[in-house]
């Protein structure tokens, strides 16, 4: 694509100055990006697959080992690929006429059993950064119809093109001397990215003083977690000040954050040191997200309760549909009403009508009356009283003279329960004769 404005002109102009990768820098990616990778046979052979020399070595179940002929330290690997193909990317960062320029190299080694390992390197695309944070890609083209990171037209040419997702890739490695622009050094990168994407702390160090602040205090990790959702970062701002002023180094940018989330949700105070600058992040983390949780059930449970309580509401004030429930109800299970089971201290007999699914409801906090129980065909429902209270809520199939469920309050195991289900099994028969009545 030919150049549109005076940026992208002066991006070109530059980009004819740029030097090939020195033999420093090959030497580099031959040590740091190309893999070293030692093969164990089963007879204890190892054989290097930088140089394709094999010698006998002791099984010690080491992960790495050193090379005798070429002295690269290798790691150990025990199966049978005799052939590896790896691919990856590495970077250099240089500048060029007020440009911060990041340099993307696709790498592909070939490792054969036997053979010295073969490489080559090819540049994918550059980042061209001002000092204010706008940018130019310059890229190779890719090949349309394929949807791969990797899938680029090698023989295109470096021109400035428009971003595409696969120039958000990750550098493995940074290649070389770092050559920073001096606006970059003043907003306190000191050449170091700290396994962050290159491109994003360069622009963000540019652009968001609030970066420049945490990269500066050596919060690296909330930087880089802000660099990814700057959302956040305008909500907790303050309570980063506090840490920093503290002297509190966040060690795990993402779990701080949820922290900090639960406590607001706590409704304490965020700007308060001893809530937000933990000895122990990962117990004070548990400790509150357990809290919230609880509290989040509460308020779904009160939630639901007023939905229920509305639904009842409404319902009941059809006068109609109400009346026609409860007719269909005792027509299908009055016949049932009159059986009472007892033991020494448990009595258990049927709902007899609309309003018991009501109050049972109400005692139980369970969903018998607005599930609409009362008009199960086959289903007999039942109760557990003790004292005059009702304990438990029973589902019976009247057809297969099965017990379906057994609950307690807010669906719990409810006391005796054992108890409940001997006294109706022993039962059954009567069941079964007014079935049949």
Known sequence: MKPRNKLQRMVVENLKK?????????????????????????????????????????????????????????????????????????ATVTRRGGFQVIRMYFMSATLRKGKKVTWWASEAFHRWITSDGREVIVSRKRNWLCHYVDSWDWSSDLEVRPEH??????????????????????????????????????????????????????????????????????????????????????????????????????????????????????KAHDYWQQKRQAKEERVRRQQQRQREMDGENKYLSNTKQVLKDEQKYQKAKSRYFDLEFKDQEITVKPLTSIKEFIDEWHTMHHCVFVNKYYQKEHSLILHAIVNGVSIATIEMDIKNLEILQCRGVHNSVPPFKDRIITLIESNKHKIAQKRAS
């Open 165 to 282: 997702y696969a120039h958000s890739v990750r550098p493995s490695k940074i290649i070389g001397r770092i050559y920073a622009i001096p606006e970059l050094v003043r907003n306190g990168f000191n050449g170091d990215f700290h396994y962050y994407n290159p491109s994003n702390v360069v622009k963000s160090l540019l652009t968001n003083n609030r970066i420049e602040t945490l990269w500066k205090a050596g919060q690296f990790q909330l930087a880089g977690y802000f660099m990814s959702s700057p959302y956040y970062l305008d909500r907790y701002w303050p309570s980063i000040k506090i840490a920093i002023r503290n002297n509190y180094m966040v060690e795990d940018a993402s779990m701080w954050c949820d922290l900090l989330g639960s406590l607001s949700y706590m409704e304490k105070d965020i700007r308060n040191p001893k809530f937000i600058c933990p000895d122990n992040l990962n």
């Open 18 to 90: 740029l030097p090939p990768l020195s033999d420093y820098q090959k030497k580099q990616v031959e040590k740091h990006v190309v893999p070293h990778i030692a093969k164990l046979n089963s007879k204890g052979e190892y054989t290097c697959m930088d140089c394709g020399n094999s010698w006998k070595g002791n099984k010690n179940n080491a992960d790495i080992i050193t090379c005798p002929h070429c002295s690269a330290k290798l790691t150990v690997e025990k199966d049978r690929k005799r052939k590896i193909v790896y691919k990856d990317y590495f």
